[in-house]
T-cell receptor, first 116, second 109 residues
Framework: ETGVTQTPRHLVMGMTNKKSLKCEQHLGHNAMYWYKQSAKKPLELMFVYSLEERVENNSVPSRFSPECPNSSHLFLHLHTLQPEDSALYLC???????????????FGPGTRLTVT | LAKTTQPISMDSYEGQEVNITCSHNNIATNDYITWYQQFPSQGPRFIIQGYKTKVTNEVASLFIPADRKSSTLSLPRVSLSDTAVYYCLVGDADYKLSFGAGTTVTVRA
């Protein structure tokens, strides 16, 4: 248990559906992240939020829309996805939005997304 | 952002020590070196972090030479449950953590 929860754990959706992934952190952190991990590929950073403001958008297609209503919650809204978007989507949080000393990221268990 | 290079895979047997070396030739003065562990279908988990010399915790040791251009993660007496992907990351003062391909460690009985 890392203090970061994600729901749902598994999601199957059609290409015309709209769904949302939810992440919640109980660690009092100020930064939250969305990552994508496709099969046998490295983690890809998608979005970074610092104190509810988006500070990084790593050239992610607009069919992925993040939302951070407060520092404890992060959503990823999905619409008109493609089969190649099937992957493990991971949420993480850290005390501050940088990777320097003492600022490790805590990851949730991920949502396994399948787009049919 | 400092680039890291680590072996793609390593095999070991239960009870052995596993040492994974990561190269980071262009590490910056303020960068820290951090290692994460990831099991299949789970998020990465922080293992250890260091800046120089040696750091040890209940899970692993991290050896960093004086020039800091490489680092070695040492896992003592591994068990089957240590089979995972291990990532070496070098910190930078921005948001872009780059996990790379990592090293797949397979522990056999």
């Amino acid at each position: 248990e890392t203090g970061v929860t994600q729901t749902p754990r598994h999601l199957v959706m059609g290409m015309t559906n709209k769904k949302s992934l939810k992440c919640e952190q109980h660690l009092g952190h100020n930064a939250m992240y969305w990552y994508k991990q496709s099969a046998k590929k490295p983690l890809e950073l998608m979005f970074v939020y610092s104190l509810e403001e988006r500070v990084e958008n790593n050239s992610v297609p607009s069919r992925f829309s993040p939302e951070c209503p407060n520092s404890s919650h992060l959503f990823l809204h999905l619409h008109t996805l493609q089969p190649e978007d099937s992957a493990l989507y991971l949420c993480a949080s850290s005390q501050a939005p940088y990777s320097g000393g003492g600022n490790e990221q805590y990851f949730g268990p991920g949502t396994r997304l399948t787009v049919t | 952002l400092a680039k890291t290079t680590q072996p793609i895979s390593m095999d070991s047997y239960e009870g052995q020590e596993v040492n994974i070396t990561c190269s980071h030739n262009n590490i910056a003065t303020n960068d820290y070196i951090t290692w994460y562990q990831q099991f299949p279908s789970q998020g990465p988990r922080f293992i250890i972090q260091g800046y120089k010399t040696k750091v040890t915790n209940e899970v692993a040791s991290l050896f960093i030479p004086a020039d800091r251009k490489s680092s070695t993660l040492s896992l003592p007496r591994v068990s089957l449950s240590d089979t995972a992907v291990y990532y070496c990351l070098v910190g930078d003062a921005d948001y872009k953590l780059s996990f790379g391909a990592g090293t797949t460690v397979t522990v056999r009985a």
